[in-house]
């Protein structure tokens, strides 16, 4: 989690087996079998987790993450985020709502049962109402109308982590007080990055970095010789030419005067 640069500072740690989620990949595309809490059974914020979340823009949370009973403890400048990813008919939907200022969920296609299901929820008073559409792009309600936006392309992977990033690219538009189709389009550019590789991790600049140093340092001398880059031996080459350039006058001195070594 450190080398994705997502702070741990109040993560938990209990005895048992972590919470699992077994995932098939079928032609790029994953398929969710059974969920497994573990540990996550029963896990309740603590009033020092409370006051942590206080202190931030927005606080996003999942059907299954189990942290439910925050709602309505938190400021109201504090905005909430919520994926209830496919579980249309989940009872709690009604009574959580009026907390939730922007609902997400994950759907097939553009249709009446998807624009129902985003009117009701609206109507039990949730703020912005948003259906992920998978290769159909998105559908949102704001009580007044539906906005609908289309994919980026990209070159499919995996599919994995496509609704998250989408909902990262989307909070991230929105906590800016950017227009609803811009922040859909912002969603749509993210899930598109993490669709075009393996996994629902993307590897940041720094990530990469690290994970270059750790390679580095199982190499022996003749495998860093061959991974060095043009452009690494572009600037090695600069730097012995400017070595060169300082040397060349004492080596010259050396020469003429017959000065011993």
Request: proline share 2%; glycine share 8%.
């Amino acid at each position: 989690l450190k080398e994705q640069d997502v702070e741990t500072v109040r993560m938990q740690r209990k005895q048992g087996k972590t919470a699992i989620t077994y995932i098939e990949l079928l032609d790029g595309d994953r398929k969710f079998g059974e969920d497994f809490l573990n540990v996550l059974e029963g896990f309740q914020l603590s009033d020092g987790d409370l006051q942590y979340l206080a202190g931030f823009d927005c606080v996003h949370m999942a059907v299954w993450g189990q942290c439910d009973s925050c709602l309505g403890k938190l400021p109201q400048e504090v905005k909430i985020s919520y994926d209830f990813s496919n579980r249309y008919g989940e009872e709690k939907i009604e009574r959580l709502a009026p907390y939730i200022d922007y609902v997400f969920f994950s759907c097939e296609k553009d249709d009446a049962f998807t624009r129902d299901l985003l009117k009701r929820v609206k109507e039990q008073g949730a703020g912005l109402v948003i259906a992920t559409l998978g290769e159909n792009g998105s559908v949102a309600y704001d009580g007044k109308e539906f906005v609908v936006s289309g994919i980026v392309e990209a070159d499919v992977v995996d599919t994995l982590g496509a609704g998250d990033s989408y909902i990262a690219g989307f909070l991230n538009k929105a906590l800016e007080g950017e227009p609803l189709k811009r922040c859909m389009e912002a969603g749509a550019k993210k899930a598109a990055l993490t669709i075009s590789h393996f996994g629902d991790w993307y590897k940041t600049d720094n990530y990469k970095k690290r994970e270059r140093k750790r390679d580095m340092l199982k190499l022996n001398k003749e495998e860093v010789h061959f991974l060095v880059t043009a452009e690494m031996k572009k600037e090695v080459a600069d730097f012995l030419e400017a070595v060169d350039a300082k040397i060349a006058p004492v080596l010259e001195y050396i020469k003429e005067n017959q000065v011993e070594r």
